[in-house]
T-cell receptor, first 112, second 115 residues
Framework: GAVVSQHPSWVICKSGTSVKIECRSLDFQATTMFWYRQFPKQSLMLMAT?????????EQGVEKDKFLINHASLTLSTLTVTSAHPEDSSFYICSAALNEQFFGPGTRLTVL | GNSVTQMEGPVTLSEEAFLTINCTYTATGYPSLFWYVQYPGEGLQLLLKATKADDKGSNKGFEATYRKETTSFHLEKGSVQVSDSAVYFC??????????????FGQGTTLQVKP
């Protein structure tokens, strides 16, 4: 089946620093990737839709200057959390679209 | 707006027990409905889906029927195994396939199956 990886799987950073999370489709090309955020015991919330070669489309309430998304190739999308604060601590999940969405294993971000 | 509500977990069952995880939805139009499963340390995987009323999705012994009259898509399995222990997410989309449409998820239900 189609495989999507995320790196890193977990990261701890200091408040005010920026963190980059990578999402890769390992065995297929994906023109569209999605970024989700999941709080403990809550559902996945779509943050943005990332299309290769164009600007990402952000969901209402998601700050595009805070969560920078780059989809420079058909197999890689990155999410950069800029000037991270403790409230940004969460589980971030990406998916890549083929005939369906294939999900990565997620990245746990902890901001101290 | 569209939303999905799942029964709260965790659900703990003995091996070979019958499983039901309730899912109800609120949506405009005629959404497609999905069940995803997340095994420990892995990404969400599509378990089954149904795209119109009265459709039954099935896979790996799991079934769910799209009930428009009760706006439900309950997940069932007749005999669970320890390997079924995972988190199960119900989701909906206004697209037939999940690759293009926005997915709206329930909060997930943890299933623990004991030998």
């Amino acid at each position: 089946g189609a495989v999507v990886s995320q790196h890193p799987s977990w990261v701890i950073c200091k408040s005010g620093t920026s963190v980059k999370i990578e999402c890769r489709s390992l065995d297929f090309q994906a023109t569209t990737m999605f970024w989700y955020r999941q709080f403990p015991k809550q559902s996945l919330m779509l943050m943005a839709t990332s299309n290769e070669g164009s600007k990402a489309t952000y969901e209402q309430g998601v700050e595009k200057d805070k969560f920078l998304i780059n989809h420079a190739s058909l197999t890689l999308s990155t999410l950069t959390v800029t000037s991270a604060h403790p409230e940004d601590s969460s589980f971030y999940i990406c998916s890549a679209a083929l005939n369906e969405q294939f999900f990565g294993p997620g990245t746990r971000l902890t901001v101290l | 707006g569209n939303s999905v509500t799942q029964m709260e977990g965790p659900v703990t069952l003995s091996e070979e027990a019958f499983l039901t995880i309730n899912c109800t939805y609120t949506a405009t139009g005629y959404p497609s409905l999905f069940w995803y499963v997340q095994y420990p340390g892995e990404g969400l995987q599509l378990l089954l889906k149904a795209t119109k009323a009265d459709d039954k999705g099935s896979n790996k012994g799991f079934e769910a029927t799209y009930r428009k009259e009760t706006t439900s898509f309950h997940l069932e399995k007749g005999s669970v195994q320890v390997s079924d222990s995972a988190v199960y997410f119900c989701a909906l989309s206004n697209s037939i396939s999940s690759n293009t449409g926005k997915l709206i998820f329930g909060q997930g239900t943890t299933l623990q199956v004991k030998p």
